[in-house]
C-alpha cells in the first residue's frame, strides 16, 4: 500500500485524528499525506510553495477532501484540480461534515467522484474508510497521470 497515497485534506485536528485513526485501523496509516488547508493542498499536488521539490509523478490514488477549509476552500480546490490535465481525473471523494444540498450539487458539478458525509460515530466512520480502501485502492483501476490528453 505504500505505493498507494492518499492525501487528506483536513483543517479540523479532531477530524484529522478520528480520519488518521480510522485510516491505520484499516493499515493505511502510513501512505496517507496531510494537508491543512486548500493552499498547502494545492501546492503538494502541483509542487509548488512548500513542495517545489516534491517529485509530483507521485501522485494520489485518492484525495479525501474537506469543503470547510481555510485559505482555498474544497470547493475551489476541487475546480483547480479539475481544470488542470495533470490532476483532472484524479479521484476525488468529498468528505465533509456538510450535509447542504447546494453542497452536494456543487461538489459532483465540479468533478467529485464521491461525496460521504462524515459520520459522527467511529464505528461507522471506520466502515466508511474501509468501503473507500476496498474501493478506490484496490478495486479500482487508477488512470496513469501526467500524461497530456
Given at each position: 500500500?505504500?505505493?498507494?497515497?492518499?492525501?487528506?485534506?483536513?483543517?479540523?485536528?479532531?477530524?484529522?485524528?478520528?480520519?488518521?485513526?480510522?485510516?491505520?485501523?484499516?493499515?493505511?496509516?502510513?501512505?496517507?499525506?496531510?494537508?491543512?488547508?486548500?493552499?498547502?493542498?494545492?501546492?503538494?499536488?502541483?509542487?509548488?510553495?512548500?513542495?517545489?521539490?516534491?517529485?509530483?509523478?507521485?501522485?494520489?490514488?485518492?484525495i479525501?477532501?474537506?469543503?470547510?477549509?481555510?485559505?482555498?476552500?474544497?470547493?475551489?480546490?476541487?475546480?483547480?484540480?479539475?481544470?488542470?490535465?495533470?490532476?483532472?481525473?484524479?479521484?476525488?471523494?468529498?468528505?465533509?461534515?456538510?450535509?447542504?444540498?447546494?453542497?452536494?450539487?456543487?461538489?459532483?458539478?465540479l468533478?467529485?467522484?464521491?461525496?460521504?458525509?462524515?459520520?459522527?460515530?467511529?464505528?461507522?466512520?471506520?466502515?466508511?474508510v474501509?468501503?473507500?480502501?476496498?474501493?478506490?485502492?484496490?478495486?479500482?483501476?487508477?488512470?496513469?497521470?501526467?500524461?497530456?490528453?
Amino acid at each position: 500500500m505504500k505505493d498507494k497515497i492518499i492525501l487528506l485534506v483536513e483543517d479540523n485536528p479532531d477530524d484529522e485524528a478520528l480520519t488518521l485513526r480510522a485510516l491505520d485501523k484499516n493499515n493505511l496509516s502510513t501512505a496517507v499525506m496531510v494537508a491543512h488547508d486548500g493552499a498547502e493542498a494545492l501546492d503538494y499536488l502541483f509542487g509548488t510553495g512548500a513542495y517545489a521539490d516534491r517529485d509530483t509523478s507521485m501522485t494520489p490514488r485518492v484525495i479525501l477532501l474537506d469543503l470547510k477549509l481555510p485559505k482555498v476552500d474544497g470547493l475551489e480546490v476541487l475546480r483547480r484540480l479539475r481544470t488542470d490535465v495533470r490532476t483532472r481525473h484524479l479521484p476525488v471523494v468529498i468528505l465533509t461534515s456538510s450535509d447542504e444540498e447546494q453542497d452536494i450539487i456543487d461538489s459532483y458539478s465540479l468533478g467529485a467522484n464521491s461525496y460521504i458525509r462524515k459520520p459522527v460515530d467511529f464505528a461507522q466512520f471506520n466502515e466508511a474508510v474501509r468501503q473507500l480502501k476496498q474501493y478506490w485502492l484496490l478495486l479500482n483501476k487508477a488512470q496513469s497521470m501526467g500524461k497530456e490528453e
